[in-house]
Every structure is written in C-alpha cells, then in structure tokens.
C-alpha cells in the first residue's frame, strides 16, 4: 500500500515534470484549473507555497540587479542599481518606469520559480490583495535584501496577465552602501521595451511594427526619468485619500490616468504671495467677520436674513446678479452652496439659529496662512464614499490646471464613472460635483466678481488644490 506521503511526492514530482515544459499561459490554465476543480483546500498539503523569505539585513546593501524580458529575441534587459531595503512594491514602479510601462494591469513576483509555479511563494499587488487572494503575501510588506542575499538569486515578476511580460530579475553583484547611494540607477541595458497593450509581441520584427526603433534606448533619459521619482525608500507621501484610490484601481485603465499627475505633485508648489493670497481668500474672510462676536441670525427657516443675501451676492465670485430680487438664498444657489462649504470646513457653526464664529477660527482672521492650513486639512472629508472620491478627482483635476485654466466638470464626471459612480439622471454628477464644499470654495477663491460665468480658477485655487494632494513640503511656508 502506497502512504499518504507517497502520494504526495508522486503529485509534486509530475506538477513539476509537467509544468516545465509548458508556456507560462498555460501554466497559469493549469494551476487555475486544479483550484477550479480541486478547491484550494483540497489540494494536498506538500503542494503549498513554500516559505523562500530570508531574515532581513542589519545595514542596507546596494544591488546590482539585472532584469531581463523572457522571451525576447534580441534580448531586452536593463541593469540596475538599488538599495536593498526597498519593498518589492517600490521594485514594481521601478521596473514600470525602466520599461516604460503604464501601471495599468495586475502584477506580482514569484520567489523560487514563476508566479505562476506551485513552488514560488507569491508577493501580490494591492488589487489581489484587496480582492482577498489568500495565497500569497503583500508585496509593500517584502524587502528586496529578504530574496536576494547572494549573488545568482533570481526572482520573477510578471506584468500584464494578458500580455503576460515576464521579467527574470537576476542579482548580480552586492557591495556596501554610501550616502549617495539612495537614488534608484539605470546603468546599462539593451533595447525598447515592448509599449503597454501590444498583445505580448517580443521579437524585433514584431516590435518593429509599434515602435519607432525597437534598438532605441537612452539611459541618460531612462535615469532623468527615476531621478523625477525621488528618492524610492518610500511611497510618496501623499494625501491619504489618493493614495487609496490609486491602490484601489491597480489593475485598471483608470489607475494609470489618476497616476500620471502624481509626478507633478512631487514637485512642491510655490506658495502664493501673501497679498495675492489675502485676495482670494476675501470672500470666505467676508463671511467669518459677518459671523464674528455676536453671529448671523438666521430665519425661521434656518437662511441668511435677505439683507445679508443682497450683500452675499455682491462678494461670492460666482454668484448670477440680475434674476429677482436677490433677496432670498434659496434663489441666490452659489451663496447658498458657499455658505454651507464654509460650515462644513467647520470655519462656521451654527448655533441656537445664528450662524457663528468657532472661537478657536477666530484667530484665523488676522492668519491668512493659518487659514490655508486649515482649508487644507478640511476640503477632503475623512469619510470613505462618493463625497471623498469625488473631491479627491476634482482636486486632482484642478492641480493639472495651468495658471488661469478653467474648471472643466466633464473630465471629473469621466473620471468618476471609470470609477464606477454614477447616477440615473445624466447631468445628476454634474449636479453633485458643484454642491462639493471643494468645489464651491476653489470655485471662489478669488478676489473679484468681474465675470461670474467664468469658469477660470485663480491661481491660488490651483496651488491649493496642488497642496492639499502633495506630501507634506510647506514647512517654510
């Protein structure tokens, strides 16, 4: 009689026997289908991922590390130098830049064989792991000197389960780090990559077909280009809500139109000059001293009184002058839609049917840049749902602005329905994205009402939005 582990050893040895011979599709058909089959927890025990992680370093290394397309004929590959205390993430966006990809398809690395392979242990992408796939490790939680610790270690990567790029990357060389040695570098390679959605073509007369000259490439422009990423011992740091988005959308067409800006907004914006800024800010100051000491008394029915409203109109930048009285706000919209942004930025409160000044905003008045602050923190609401999304998009939308660009609200509504909101009346978004407290303000952030059709923002709404997606690099401001 055989034993279990017999068994066992006979499953494992043919998967290997049988698997190697095979293309990586097809690998990945077969493993599927096992799964399909068999379920995950019915698969024997000998066939479960191994443990290939090794401990981390005490001290980082830098790695010359070389990676090669598989498949390609002529070769295409780059060498390149890194710290080693980077995540296997941070590994993904680089190889994404020396191969001029997109970020806009699943990916994940194999340790000790393809991803692909029953014997490689997985490092996933935040899709996979988001989409709950149990049977591997997140690669932000990896470090590259926990898989390549002697020369000739070898991990896969692959990108694009479609056109399925296989990348080997083979470490070959380790020597100690220096200071100026935190700055990813390109410092040899070979040949065009294959351009993103070209259905797996590898051979130079294939690619000759979708590239201009498959034999092109410039390192001095390859490292210009991981230069402009930064230093890449983390992330960038930037506004959380950004962040979850582009890790929500790994994996789809989307992904890569919200994370092209990102580039931009790694370069700081100048702060705007204090006059220019105390400008813009008037309408919002206008409301906070109206509502300073003893507040607004607002109606019965919980609006500014019509006298107010008559003033309002004159100051809120985008409010229509002309129709009726002028009188009333529920007939003045953008007065309406301004005063309910300020409260929920929290600059007003109400109160026992006045509309107030918190005390600790009040100091604010004499602050403009405290007051920038404070709209930074605030345009954003912390809550997760369509309000966070749709403010993050517009904020993006707007820092791509140039000076004295205009609002387009059709590229926001594009980029919200890839994102999966929408509503059964065709201009309902249309509608929902001007009520946005951010928008609302960026919309009136500006020192004059010359022309309230005018969908032109100012420049400080422009670098406000900048500020508030960018990481934290306004110390000095």
């Not at 960026?442 to 990481?471: G, M, Y």
Request: hydrophobic fraction near 40%.
């Amino acid at each position: 009689m055989i034993s279990k582990k017999r068994n066992h050893e006979e499953i494992r040895a043919w998967l290997e026997e049988l698997m190697s011979s095979m293309p990586l599709e097809q690998q990945k058909q077969t493993v599927t289908s096992l799964l399909d089959h068999a379920g995950a927890a019915a698969m024997p025990a000998a066939l479960a991922r191994p443990e290939r992680r090794g401990p981390r370093r005490e001290e980082p290394v830098v790695l010359t590390i070389r990676a090669d397309i598989e498949q390609a004929r002529p070769p295409i590959w780059r060498r390149l130098e890194m710290p080693s205390d980077l995540t296997f993430q941070q590994l993904h966006h680089i190889l994404q830049a020396v191969f001029d990809w997109e970020d806009r398809h699943l990916w994940r690395f194999g340790l000790g064989g393809s991803p692909f392979s029953p014997e490689a242990q997985l490092l996933l992408c935040p899709y996979d792991v988001e989409d709950g796939e149990e049977d591997g490790v997140p690669a932000k939680d990896v470090h590259l000197d926990e898989a390549f610790a002697a020369v000739e270690d070898t991990v896969r990567y692959v990108y694009d389960y479609g056109d399925m790029w296989e990348v080997r990357l083979k470490l070959e060389k380790i020597r100690p780090a220096e200071r100026e040695d935190r700055q990813v570098r390109a410092i040899a390679g070979r040949r065009a990559a294959p351009p993103e959605d070209c259905g797996g073509l590898t051979d130079a007369e294939d690619l000759a077909t979708v590239l201009p000259d498959p034999a092109h490439l410039d390192l001095a422009e390859l490292n210009d280009l991981l230069w402009a990423e930064g230093d890449a011992r983390a992330e960038p740091d930037f506004h959380p809500a950004y962040t979850q988005l582009l890790e929500r959308t790994t994996g789809h067409p989307v992904h890569h139109r919200l994370k092209m800006p990102g580039l931009d907004l790694m370069v700081a914006p100048e702060p705007p000059e204090e006059d220019e800024l105390i400008a813009a800010l008037d309408p919002i100051l206008w409301f906070m001293r109206e509502a300073d000491g003893e507040g607004i008394t607002l109606t019965a029915a919980g609006h500014l009184p019509p006298a107010l409203v008559e003033r309002a109109c004159e100051v809120v930048p985008t409010q229509i002058t002309g129709l009726g009285k002028d009188n009333r706000e529920v007939h003045a919209a953008s007065v309406r839609h301004f005063r309910h942004a300020l409260q929920t930025v929290k600059l007003l409160r109400k109160h026992k049917g006045t509309l107030r000044l918190p005390a600790k905003i009040a100091p604010l008045l004499e602050d403009p840049w405290g007051l920038w602050e404070h709209l930074r923190s605030t345009l954003i609401p912390e809550r997760d749902g369509f309000e966070r999304d749709a403010s993050t998009v517009l904020l993006l939308h707007v820092s791509m602005l140039p000076s004295g660009g205009a609002l387009s609200i059709d590229a926001v509504v594009r980029l919200l329905g890839e994102l999966g909101w929408s509503t059964s009346d065709r201009w309902g978004l249309h509608a929902l994205i001007r009520e946005l407290p951010a928008c609302s303000i960026l919309r009136n952030l500006r020192p004059d009402a010359a022309s309230r059709r005018d969908e032109r923002l100012s420049d400080v709404a422009i670098t406000l939005a900048r500020a508030t997606l960018a990481p934290e690099e306004t110390d000095d401001w």
